[in-house]
Nanobody, 120 residues
Framework: QVQLVESGGGLVQPGGSLRLSCVAS????????IGWYRQVPGKQRELVAT???????NYADSVKGRFTISRDDDKNTGYLQMNSLKPEDTAVYYC??????????????WGQGTQVTVSS
């Protein structure tokens, strides 16, 4: 079993910054990809950013140039640095990880979500 725990959300003023963290723990052989989605009430969950083990990254157009995804594979941890935050970035942010366990079972896991609120 694998668990994902997010942290770093909170309230920030427009133009401010936050850094989200996602720690994967449990029976992990490899974290093949790690990423972030976000969701606001009444809307579908949307992709924010992803990072593969090969180093490729992908961003939603709405966050390009403002958000940066990174990972520390030694710590099985992913990060989302969010700069120049806008009120429309307000959402619950969910971490996901595509993980291969030690018994070679591969699947996606999700964190519990962390609230990000951008408001003056």
């Amino acid at each position: 079993q694998v668990q994902l725990v997010e942290s770093g959300g909170g309230l920030v003023q427009p133009g401010g910054s936050l850094r989200l963290s996602c720690v994967a723990s449990g029976s992990i052989f490899s974290v093949n990809a790690i990423g972030w989605y976000r969701q606001v009430p009444g809307k579908q969950r949307e992709l924010v950013a992803t990072s593969t083990s090969g180093g490729r990254t992908n961003y939603a157009d709405s966050v390009k140039g403002r958000f940066t995804i990174s990972r520390d594979d030694d710590k099985n941890t992913g990060y989302l640095q969010m700069n120049s935050l806008k009120p429309e970035d307000t959402a619950v942010y969910y971490c996901y990880a595509h993980v291969t366990s030690r018994d070679q079972y591969t699947t996606n896991y999700w964190g519990q979500g962390t609230q990000v609120t951008v408001s003056s």
